[in-house]
């Protein structure tokens, strides 16, 4: 579910690059002499330290990792417990060992399994392996929307991530003082048919994956559910550093965003594959989007959900995420008149003050994921 954007617009982006670095003679820029020095430029993408705090490598393949090093990237991979991707010790073997070569420019999240659940052996199984990820330098745990949305009791019974039985293992990863990346529920859009989404990514996915399209499954946990028992965790483990991954399936608002923000102090949210979604909102009502940004500067973190795994095409897929990543830093960066394949409808980039722009790209990551500044 990526944001994708029509080519036109990135040719203009190029181009505007292009010129940008071949300007000669004075070195202060037309935008410094302007008095809007406080902002960036298109041209300013290449020389911002950024991180991309949600992306999924799941090959030995470092073709992925040197796209971040020329776009000034660093990058945290997310192990994450899904039957799409390899077994998740198999994915932590690939993570530990991209990150022992690119120490400056990978780190990885860890995660875990829920082979077992229901027995005496899950808990103790699950703080080993967490323990043994934490000795590798994991600084991160992903917890995944099986939880809520698969995983069932005995009794048939769908087991949310406010169950008593999570928090042992909740309470060691704030003990170690380990970020979780949580990734609980869906967007709102997974419950609803297909033709009143309002996204056409969000429409690609669930045609793809009718078993996440809830619409279709009135008897799992409703949205209004999911959200509930995310917040009720929260409320349990105040102290817990916390990422709702994808603005914290909360998407479609920014105001349902804003009181969860307000409510718990210790959660921020990722932007991963959601970008789009505050754009859509801008498109009706641009500054109250962008009003939300600046209040809430510190609690919003870059992440794009990009991978690579053994059957990725390598070039085409640099050449996209290069293209996904321009086009994100023109809508946070500039006040560029934007079009995209997602929706109907133009909007402007938000044109976020530098010291904004530098926290989402780059100080909150280094805040929020604490271990992030080893690598510095």
């Known amino acids: 579910m990526k944001n994708l954007s029509n080519l036109p617009f990135i040719a203009l982006l190029m181009l505007a690059l292009s010129l940008q670095c071949c300007t000669s003679g004075d070195s202060r820029s037309a935008s410094t002499t302007a008095g809007t020095e406080e902002y960036y430029s298109m041209g300013d993408f290449y020389k911002v330290e950024k991180y991309d ?7 030995f393949d470092s073709t992925f990792i040197k796209q971040a090093e020329k776009d000034h990237f660093r990058l945290i991979t997310v192990n994450v417990s899904t039957p799409h991707y390899p077994p ?14 690119f120490p400056k420019r990978l780190k990885y999240s860890t995660t ?14 699950v703080l080993s392996y967490l323990e043994g990820s934490f ?15 698969a995983l069932q009791d005995k009794n048939g019974k769908f087991v949310m991530i406010d169950d008593p039985r999570f928090d042992p293992v909740l309470d060691f990863i704030e003990k170690n003082n380990i970020t979780v990346i949580a990734h609980l529920g ?20 669930y045609s793809e994956h009718p078993e996440y399209h809830m619409y279709k499954h009135p008897d799992f946990p409703s949205y209004a559910d999911e959200i509930r028992a995310r917040d009720h965790m929260l409320q349990k483990h105040p102290r817990l550093r916390v990422v709702g991954a994808h603005l914290g399936s909360l998407e479609w608002n920014v105001d349902e965003l804003a009181k969860r923000l307000d409510q718990f102090p210790n959660f921020a949210v990722d932007l991963a594959a959601r970008t789009v979604h505050l754009q859509y909102q801008s498109v ?3 500054q109250k989007v962008r009003d939300f940004v600046i209040k809430y500067q510190d609690r919003i973190v ?15 897929l640099n050449k996209s995420l290069h293209e ?5 830093w023109a809508y946070f960066a500039t006040d560029s008149l934007m079009h995209t394949d997602e929706f109907k409808g133009a909007f402007k980039g938000l044109k976020l003050p530098k010291v904004v722009v530098n926290k989402i790209y780059r100080d909150n990551a280094k805040h929020w994921f604490p271990g992030l500044r080893s690598a510095d």
Do not use: C
């Open 53 to 59: 705090t949600h992306v999924h490598l799941n090959t």
């Open 88 to 101: 998740v010790p198999d994915q932590q073997k690939i993570a530990q060992a991209l990150v022992k070569a």
């Open 112 to 125: 875990f399994m829920l082979d077992d659940w229901g027995t005496r052996k899950w808990e103790p199984q």
């Open 135 to 149: 000795k590798h330098r994991a600084i991160a745990v992903k917890i995944w929307k099986n939880i809520g949305m």
């Open 186 to 205: 869906e967007p709102r859009n997974a419950w609803l048919p297909l033709d009143s989404m309002t996204i056409e990514g969000d429409k690609t996915y």
């Open 284 to 286: 009706k009502n641009r």
């Open 302 to 316: 870059y992440g794009t959900d990009e991978g690579i795994d053994s059957k990725s095409d390598v070039v085409e």
């Open 324 to 328: 996904n990543r321009l086009r994100d």
